[in-house]
């Protein structure tokens, strides 16, 4: 603004200036409306994103039955999976997925868990992945455990109401989920699982 400026030059560029900045205002206003505009036109058209395999808005509850479950195993058989089986006095169920990092950092505490009580009941992982995947997590993990991939990851997340994983659960004789471990574990889980399934398994005799 040079010093010679009339009152009124300085008047007509401050004007200039409110109406630059309204006009701009009302752009951005125009713009957030058709944003919104749009996304609810995507929501009306598409519907809802569904959910992650992953991830569910409800939670894993104790005294839940165990759903059946519709799997293949790692040749690509089919297997009806079902958690209560006569004769099995109880199980441990693990449910993965191939990405996330706790699943693996858990491989090692699993196995220890597997080996602990083999012979004396079920133990068995599932796969949230595809086949492909899950062979190459049990190929670079160094898994010793039975792994089955879900057939239909959705549906199960849906019957059973799970929120995340890894999930380390225990099921009695019935099937019935009676302790559920849920994200990473430590070495300490694997006396407290075992002692767990102690409980549900009288006179388990827990491998050192």
């Keep these: 603004m040079g010093a010679g400026d009339s009152d009124e030059e300085r008047e007509e560029r401050g004007g200039g200036n409110r109406f630059e900045r309204v006009i701009t205002r009302v752009l951005l206003l125009c713009l957030a409306i058709l944003v919104i505009q749009f996304g609810l ?9 569904p959910p992650s395999p992953a991830l569910s808005r ?5 005294g839940t039955q165990f759903p059946v479950t519709g799997s293949v195993d790692l040749s690509g058989n089919s297997i009806e999976l079902r958690p209560a089986e006569p ?18 950092t858990n491989v090692p505490i699993w196995n220890s868990i597997h080996r602990s009580v083999s012979g004396q009941l ?14 190459r997590f049990i190929e670079t993990s160094r898994a010793e455990f039975p792994l089955l991939v879900v057939e239909d990851a959705r549906s199960f ?9 890894p999930q380390t659960l ?14 990473g ?6 006396a407290v699982i075992s002692q767990s399934m102690g409980e549900l398994v009288p006179g388990l005799q827990v491998a050192r």
């Design 41 to 49: 036109w995507g929501f009306r058209r598409f519907g809802p994103a």
């Design 58 to 62: 409800n939670e894993l509850r104790v």
């Design 87 to 104: 004769g099995n006095p109880a199980t441990i169920i693990v449910v993965l997925t191939t990405t996330c990092p706790f699943c693996r």
């Design 122 to 135: 079920r133990f068995i992982a599932l796969s949230l992945d595809d086949l492909d995947r899950t062979q």
């Design 157 to 165: 997340i849906a019957d059973l109401g799970m929120h995340s994983v």
């Design 170 to 183: 225990a099921l009695d004789a019935e099937g019935v989920i009676q302790q559920v471990w849920g994200g």
């Design 185 to 190: 574990l430590s070495e300490e889980h694997v």
